[in-house]
């Protein structure tokens, strides 16, 4: 979510020596919208920020009333060496969670080109 949020295609050659300026590019994702796309509680959403946080994958921004969530060049890197293990074993879990609005772009069937 906070990949494609930024635009990017992780499977792109070179996309490692262009991670500062797109990390960088303006979006704005909220606690809120991520509660949302992973269907939690509050609750359980805090504890999955956090343990993002801990492990250096995302960093939070306040601004005004809002609290942003902001994936870092780490946590590009994770997704970049990790999303096609993770499709792999999660598939069955990630087509029933997105059985009613339609797979997200980031899910191939075939994996990375």
Same mark, same amino acid.
């Given at each position: 979510m906070l990949?494609?949020?930024?635009?990017?295609?992780i499977?792109?050659k070179?996309? #490692?020596?262009h991670?500062?300026?797109?990390i960088?590019?303006?979006?704005?994702?909220?606690?809120?919208?991520v509660?949302? #796309?992973?269907?939690s509680?509050?609750?359980?959403t805090?504890?999955?920020?956090? #343990?993002?946080?801990?492990?250096g994958?995302?960093e939070?921004?306040?601004?005004?009333?809002?609290?942003?969530?902001?994936?870092?060049?780490?946590?590009?890197?994770?997704l970049?060496q990790?999303?096609?293990?993770?499709?792999?074993?999660?598939? #069955?879990q990630?087509?029933?969670?997105?059985?009613y609005?339609?797979l997200?772009?980031?899910?191939k069937?075939?994996?990375?080109p």
């Amino acid at each position: 979510m906070l990949a494609h949020a930024i635009n990017i295609n992780i499977y792109q050659k070179g996309i #490692e020596s262009h991670l500062d300026e797109l990390i960088n590019t303006n979006y704005e994702i909220t606690k809120s919208d991520v509660r949302h #796309e992973i269907r939690s509680n509050h609750k359980m959403t805090e504890k999955v920020l956090n #343990e993002l946080i801990d492990e250096g994958l995302i960093e939070l921004q306040t601004s005004g009333r809002k609290t942003l969530v902001k994936i870092t060049k780490k946590g590009i890197l994770h997704l970049i060496q990790w999303n096609r293990f993770y499709m792999e074993l999660y598939k #069955e879990q990630i087509k029933d969670h997105y059985r009613y609005v339609g797979l997200p772009a980031w899910f191939k069937e075939e994996g990375p080109p």
